[in-house]
C-alpha cells in the first residue's frame, strides 16, 4: 500500500475501486459511517484490508484539510487499484445535472452493477410509497455510508424502511409502484427526483444539508 504523495516512484495500477465521497469545509462530515462500508468492499474478491481502511482513516485525519483547500466543499476521492495500491485526491462537486426519476434509476442501477465486483453500491435508489420508504437493494446487501445515514434519519423522524430488490429496473421498466424517487449517494447525498419530488425525500434532504452545514460552522 503506498502514498503516492509521499513516494515518488510510486505509480497506480488499474483502478479496481474508486470511492467518492462529499466533503464540507475540508472536512469528510460522514467519515466513520464511510470507513465502515469501505471496511465491506472487495477487491478480486476479497475484503479490503485493514491495512488499507487505517491508511484513509490516517490520511483524512492528517492531510485532508491542507489537500482540499482548493475544494474544501468537493468531493474526496479514493482510488485503490488491483494490487491492493490506493491513493487520494480531491476534486470539486459538480451535482447531477436534470436529475429526473429515470436518470437516477439509471445511475443506481449502474451503481448494482459495480457492486457486483465491490460489494457496496455508492448510490442506491429509493421510493416512498404510502407510509414507507423502499430501499433498492436485497436484504443481504451491504449499505453505503449514505445508506446508513439515510436509515437513521428516518429512524430519528418516525419513517419506516424497507428494503425490495429491483427497484431501479422496475422504475425504468414503467412497472414501479411509487409516491416518490430520490437517490442515495455517497457523493451527491440525497437527490430528489425533479419529476417525482415529495415531503419524505425532501424532508431527508434537508437532514442532510443540515449535517454539510453543521460541519461548515465548525470551520
Not at 436484504?139 to 425490495?164: K, M, N, P, Q
Not at 455517497?186 to 460541519?215: F, K, M
Request: hydrophobic residues 40%; contains cysteine.
Amino acid at each position: 500500500m503506498n502514498d503516492k504523495a509521499s513516494e515518488q516512484s510510486f505509480t497506480l495500477g488499474q483502478p479496481a475501486l474508486v470511492c467518492r465521497w462529499r466533503l464540507a469545509s475540508g472536512k469528510l462530515p460522514m467519515e466513520n459511517r464511510h470507513l465502515r462500508a469501505l471496511s465491506r468492499r472487495t477487491i478480486n474478491g476479497q475484503l479490503v484490508s485493514t491495512q488499507l481502511v487505517a491508511w484513509a482513516k490516517q490520511h483524512i485525519e492528517w492531510t485532508l484539510q491542507d489537500g482540499s483547500a482548493l475544494n474544501p466543499d468537493g468531493v474526496l476521492m479514493i482510488v485503490i487499484d488491483d494490487r491492493g495500491q490506493a491513493a487520494m485526491t480531491v476534486g470539486p462537486y459538480e451535482p447531477i445535472g436534470a436529475p429526473t426519476a429515470s436518470t437516477l434509476a439509471s445511475r443506481a442501477l449502474a451503481s448494482a452493477r459495480e457492486a457486483e465486483e465491490t460489494g457496496v453500491a455508492p448510490e442506491t435508489l429509493w421510493v416512498a410509497r404510502g407510509d414507507t420508504l423502499i430501499c433498492g437493494m436485497g436484504e443481504s446487501e451491504d449499505a453505503s455510508g449514505a445508506v446508513t445515514l439515510v436509515r437513521d434519519l428516518a429512524e430519528t423522524v418516525g419513517i419506516t424502511v424497507a428494503r425490495e430488490e429491483g427497484v431501479a429496473q422496475a422504475l425504468l421498466a414503467g412497472t414501479l409502484d411509487y409516491d416518490e424517487v430520490f437517490l442515495v449517494s455517497d457523493e451527491h447525498g440525497i437527490v430528489c427526483a425533479t419529476d417525482a419530488a415529495g415531503p419524505r425525500g425532501t424532508r431527508l434532504a434537508e437532514g442532510y444539508a443540515r449535517l454539510l452545514s453543521a460541519q461548515k460552522k465548525k470551520r
